[in-house]
C-alpha cells in the first residue's frame, strides 16, 4: 500500500450522490479537471442505494426543475425503459448506469470505494483532504471542493461549526430503510385494493399508503388494524407505510418504509447499523404480512434491500445565507436564486408533519427559491456544499431535500466552482449566483416564469 500519493484537480467533488454526480458533470461540462470521491461502489447515493424512488414533484405548474442535467438524466432513463413519464418515476437500480455512463463520457476522474477521513484548513482555504481506500492513504488538492457528502462530512472534518437536527432539541429527523419486493402478481394486487379503494389502479402505476399520527385514514387501516391485534406486524410497521410500482419492473413493487422514529443522530454510525440490522427484521415481518393478506403477493420475495440508510437531515453547513423557515414559508425570491420549489413541509415522526407552503397571493409566483449563497460555506473560500447538508434551517430543509432541488443545487455549485476555478482569487465568494442562473438557463435549464429571473441570459 502507498501513503504519500497527491492527487489533484481543479474541481474535486465529495459524494457522488444525487447533488454531487450532478455537481461532477456540470463542473466538467465547464472544461474544469474534475475528481469524484463516493465511499461506496456506484454513483447515485440515496437515490439509487437508498432505493429513493420516485422522484417528488417541485409542487409549481409544470414542474421545472432548475437543472438542464436533470432533464438529460430524466430523458436517457426514459431512453432505456428505467422512467416513465417526465422521468420522475424511475428504476433506482439502472440510475447508476445512466449517471455513470455521463461521468465517463465527460472524462471525470471518479475514485469508488474511497472515503473521505480528514480535511485541512489554513485560515479561508481548504488545501487538502485525506483519503483512504484498499490502495491505502492519499491527499487530495482542488483548487475548489464541493462537499456533497449529505452529513456535511467534509465540513465536518475540517472543524466548521454545522447546524444540526431541529433547533430546539437537535434531533433529526427519523430515519428509513427502502426495499423493493419481487414476485408480485401486480394484476392481481390491482384487484385486491379495489376491495378498499374507491379508484382502480394500473399495475405499472399502482401505489399507496398508511400512516398514523396526522389525522388521516387510509383504505387499508382495517387491514393493518386487523394484523396488529393478531400480532403479525407492530404499530410502527403501520405509522408510516408507502408503496410504489417501479418502472421496467413488472413484478416488483417499491416500499418506503420501515421507518425508525426514535433513532434522532442521522449521523451515528451505531444507529445506521441498528437501523440495518433491525430493519431487515422488519422487512421480514412485513414481507410476511403481505403474503398472508395482499392479493398478489403469494409468491413475492426480497428483491433488494437499501445498501444507504435513508436519512432525510443530519448535519448542515453554515453557508454565507442560511435559509430560515420564514423565507421558505413566504415565498421568498433571491436575486442569486439558482433553484425554486414549492414542495411541502415534510418532517416526519411518530406525528407526521406534512403541510402544503401557505398559498400565494395574487401578483406573487407561488414558489420559494434556493440561494447560491445557501451553497457558499461562509468561513472558507474554496468549499461549496450541495444537496441535503446545504445551509438551511430544520424546517426549510424539510422541503428543499427533494431530488430534483438536490440536482438543481449540485448543478449550480459545479458551475460555481468552475467558474471560481478562473478567478485570480479562487473564491466561491466572488461568484454572482445571476452567471450561475444564466449558465443553467443557457444550456437549458428550466425555471418557473418570475420577472427577471429568465431573461439573465450569456
Known amino acids: 500500500m502507498t501513503n504519500n500519493r497527491l492527487i489533484t484537480a481543479d474541481v474535486v467533488v465529495c459524494g457522488a ?18 475528481l469524484l470521491i463516493e465511499q461506496s461502489g456506484s454513483a447515485g447515493g440515496s437515490a439509487s442505494l437508498g432505493l429513493v424512488t420516485p422522484m417528488m414533484h417541485t409542487g409549481i405548474a409544470g414542474n421545472p426543475m432548475c437543472s438542464y442535467l436533470s432533464l438529460e438524466i430524466n430523458l436517457r432513463m426514459t431512453e432505456i425503459g428505467a422512467a ?6 424511475f428504476d433506482p437500480t439502472m440510475l447508476p448506469f445512466v449517471l455513470e455512463q455521463m461521468l465517463l463520457e465527460r472524462k471525470v476522474h471518479v475514485m469508488l470505494h474511497t472515503t473521505i477521513i480528514g480535511a485541512k484548513r489554513d485560515h479561508r482555504r481548504l488545501t487538502e483532504l485525506e483519503i483512504f481506500s484498499k490502495s491505502g492513504r492519499a491527499t487530495v488538492s482542488g483548487a475548489m471542493i464541493i462537499d456533497a457528502t449529505g452529513d456535511g462530512d467534509v465540513c465536518e472534518l475540517a472543524g466548521l461549526n454545522m ?40 399495475p405499472e402505476s399502482v401505489s399507496g399508503a398508511v400512516t398514523r399520527g396526522d389525522g388521516r385514514t387510509w383504505p387499508l387501516d382495517p387491514v393493518f388494524d386487523a394484523a396488529i391485534e393478531a400480532g403479525e406486524i407492530v404499530y410502527e410497521d403501520a405509522i408510516y407505510w408507502q408503496f410504489f410500482s417501479i418502472p421496467g419492473r413488472k413484478d416488483c413493487i417499491a416500499f418506503n418504509c420501515p421507518e425508525f422514529f426514535d433513532i434522532h443522530d442521522a449521523d451515528d454510525g451505531d444507529s445506521l447499523t441498528e437501523v440495518q440490522l433491525q430493519g431487515k427484521q422488519a422487512i421480514l415481518r412485513q414481507l410476511l404480512f403481505y403474503r398472508r393478506h395482499f392479493g398478489g403477493f403469494e409468491g413475492a420475495y426480497i428483491a433488494s434491500v437499501a445498501q444507504f440508510v435513508g436519512v432525510r437531515e443530519s448535519r448542515r453547513a453554515v453557508t454565507e445565507h442560511v435559509i430560515t423557515a420564514e423565507e421558505l414559508l413566504t415565498h421568498t425570491k433571491f436575486d442569486d436564486a439558482i433553484c425554486q420549489s414549492n414542495y411541502p413541509v415534510d418532517v416526519h415522526g411518530r406525528k407526521l408533519r406534512c403541510e402544503t407552503i401557505r398559498p400565494a397571493a395574487p401578483d406573487e409566483p407561488p414558489f420559494y427559491e434556493v440561494p447560491l449563497r445557501a451553497l457558499i460555506v461562509r468561513d472558507v473560500d474554496n468549499l461549496l456544499v450541495s444537496g441535503r447538508n446545504l445551509g438551511a434551517e430544520f424546517v426549510a430543509q424539510s422541503s428543499i431535500r427533494i431530488i430534483p432541488t438536490c440536482r438543481a443545487m449540485g448543478e449550480a455549485a459545479g458551475i460555481a466552482a468552475a467558474f471560481a ?31 427577471g429571473l429568465n431573461d439573465v441570459r450569456h
Do not use: W
Open 84 to 89: 416513465a413519464g417526465d422521468g420522475s418515476a
Open 17 to 34: 450522490g444525487t447533488a454531487g454526480a450532478v455537481a461532477a458533470i456540470a463542473a466538467a461540462d465547464q472544461g474544469r479537471d474534475v
Open 163 to 202: 447546524l444540526h437536527g431541529n433547533e430546539e432539541d437537535g434531533k433529526n429527523q427519523p430515519v428509513s430503510l427502502r426495499y423493493i419486493v419481487g414476485g408480485v402478481d401486480k394484476a392481481a394486487f390491482c384487484e385486491y385494493l379495489k376491495k378498499y379503494y374507491k379508484n382502480s389502479f394500473q
Open 421 to 451: 476555478c478562473g478567478r485570480s482569487d479562487k473564491n466561491a465568494h466572488s461568484i454572482s449566483g445571476r452567471d450561475v442562473r444564466a449558465e443553467m438557463l443557457r444550456r437549458g435549464a428550466q425555471f418557473a416564469d418570475r420577472p
